[in-house]
């Protein structure tokens, strides 16, 4: 009863009717309650170590990710909801030029310029597929705290504001229709503390001491209140209130959209604090996925080291993501790196990575046992620019040419030699060597390969070169297997498949 008085009394000082039909839908579905105690999985570590990667994970090899929202319409990139109120960062002044102050223009002023009017899931998808992605995760909600979906805990949605439209559920229905893998991503966390800055001033100039937004209650809705803790990372002393606000708002997405992927943008939230808020989250998405998959581990977490400030890591809970780097050396247990071809959110004249940089970052990822998760940042209408789906048409057309030797493969005793990446067949007869440079003269030598490592890799039956019908003699030496490229099959790597009698690697000396 005190939860639904203060709810209502909320209502009523925000003086707007909507939002109080708003307050009758939540009432009518209450606050998630994540008892556990009958469940496979409880909000322990020793429990949630029970996580095992799931295998459609390890096939996929590619994903990806676009980061949309109200942020997208400045065109500046996702971080400007905190930097448009930081006066010392270009932001600021572009927003003072372009838009106003901000005391006279907030964030949230953007929200009804959002319309998403291109937008076209399918057609998304059908783009995503075409470059080779077997999973797509969209950002569900970044630092701003804008829900991407028919949010039962926050009127603050592209269901009824903006673009007027379910956009996480639409995305999904494309998703599976496209027969890709579907997840989300929650930024969520954050917001509590990186939306602090709107409480800023000037501290010099015409507009001194002016505050860009006043400490209302209307505000706080939408700007968590003026509680001074501005950290870029998560909260560092959270509010009960804003740990269950995020519980309810995680849990919604879990319960109401299917995900088979989640990612938290960190490590587990709040658990710093309290111990038991993220783990509780985790417990209820993995036992909500063997519910939906009578009794299998089908659903994937992702989540980063803790760096000082990122909540708290325990390996093996979840799999391992590396935001924007890669692991130095092959890993046994599977990981994954989430990167992006530009700014995460879109920037106008943002510079990219060319196709030739994405495919052998892409390359040099498997071949360690990971997953890249690629971000391409869409317009705030929904389209994406001229750069963004030439890299997207040209990564396509490599893996159609070249996908047998990075999907559904498993690492090699050695990830590399010099330019060159290894990758095997998880029937272990078939190496792939993947040439990220041309060899010169195209004469290839993969020392890995000679004569004296036989007891090895075993007896080499046949080389071939993806792409390519032309038969490809060889010669094993004892300083390497040697043999002439037949053409340079594309721009960029190439793939010689090496097929031997019987299996090519002692198995005490391989991954799983």
């Not at 001074?228 to 995020?246: F, I, L, R, T, V």
């Not at 977490?301 to 092959?330: M, P, Q, S, V």
């Not at 209408?381 to 997207?392: A, H, N, S, V, Y």
């Not at 993806?466 to 594309?490: H, I, Q, Y």
Request: charge should be neutral.
């Amino acid at each position: 009863m005190i939860r639904e008085i203060v709810i209502v009394v909320a209502a009523v000082a925000c003086c707007s009717q909507a939002w109080a039909q708003d307050i009758k839908k939540i009432l009518a579905k209450p606050t998630a309650d994540l008892t556990c105690s009958e469940e496979q999985f409880q909000p322990t570590w020793e429990s949630l170590q029970q996580y095992k990667c799931p295998e459609w994970f390890r096939d996929a090899k590619l994903g990806i990710y676009v980061t949309w929202g109200v942020f997208s319409v400045a065109e500046q990139g996702e971080w400007y909801g905190r930097q448009m109120y930081t006066p010392t960062r270009g932001e600021h002044r572009h927003h003072c030029k372009v838009y106003g102050h901000p005391s006279e223009f907030e964030y949230r002023d953007f929200i009804p310029m959002w319309k998403a009017e291109k937008f076209d899931a399918d057609a998304w998808l059908a783009m995503f597929k075409d470059a080779g992605a077997r999973y797509f995760t969209p950002c569900a909600v970044h630092h701003d705290g804008f829900d991407l979906w028919d949010s039962r805990h926050n009127k603050y949605n592209s269901v009824r504001m903006g673009p007027k439209k379910d956009l996480i559920g639409l995305m999904r229905d494309a998703t599976k229709k496209a027969g890709l893998r579907w997840g989300v991503t929650t930024h969520l966390a954050r917001s509590y503390s990186w939306l602090q800055t709107a409480y800023n001033s000037d501290p010099d100039g015409p507009k001194k001491g002016v505050p860009y937004i006043t400490d209302t209650p209307e505000n706080a809705e939408f700007y968590h209140g003026n509680h001074g803790d501005q950290s870029m990372k998560y909260p560092k002393n959270p509010s009960e209130q804003w740990k269950q606000a995020w519980t309810d708002r995680v849990t919604d997405l879990i319960d109401n959209y299917d995900i088979d992927f989640l990612y938290f943008d960190g490590a587990v939230p709040f658990d710093i604090d309290d111990g038991l808020t993220g783990r509780k989250v985790i417990a209820h998405y993995y036992n909500k996925g063997l519910t939906r998959y009578g009794g299998k581990q089908e659903v994937f977490l992702a989540i980063k080291t803790a760096r000082g400030g990122h909540g708290i890591y325990h390996e093996g809970i979840a799999t391992l993501d590396c935001e924007r780097h890669k692991l130095d050396d092959l890993s046994v247990a599977p990981w994954q790196t989430d990167d992006s071809i530009g700014p995460w959110g879109y920037k106008a004249g943002a510079r990219y990575k060319s196709p030739d940089q994405v495919i052998d970052k892409f390359i040099d990822i498997v071949s360690k046992n990971g997953n890249l998760l690629l971000n391409v940042p869409p317009k705030a209408d929904g389209t994406f620019d001229k750069e963004t789906i030439r890299i997207l048409r040209e990564l396509g057309k490599w893996n159609r040419q070249n996908g047998e030797g990075v999907f559904a493969t498993r690492p090699w005793i050695k990830y590399h030699e010099g330019d060159i990446r290894f990758t095997r067949s998880k029937d272990k007869k078939t190496l792939y060597a993947i040439f990220l440079k041309w060899p010169e003269g195209g004469r290839a030598r993969i020392k890995s390969l000679g004569s004296e490592e036989k007891a090895i890799v075993g007896k080499i039956a046949s080389v071939s070169v993806l792409g390519s019908d032309k038969k490809v003699g060889f010669v094993r030496e004892a300083e390497g297997l040697v043999f002439e490229m037949p053409e340079k099959t594309n721009d960029y790597a190439v793939v010689a498949k090496i097929e031997f009698d019987g299996e090519l690697i002692m198995p005490s000396r391989q991954g799983p």
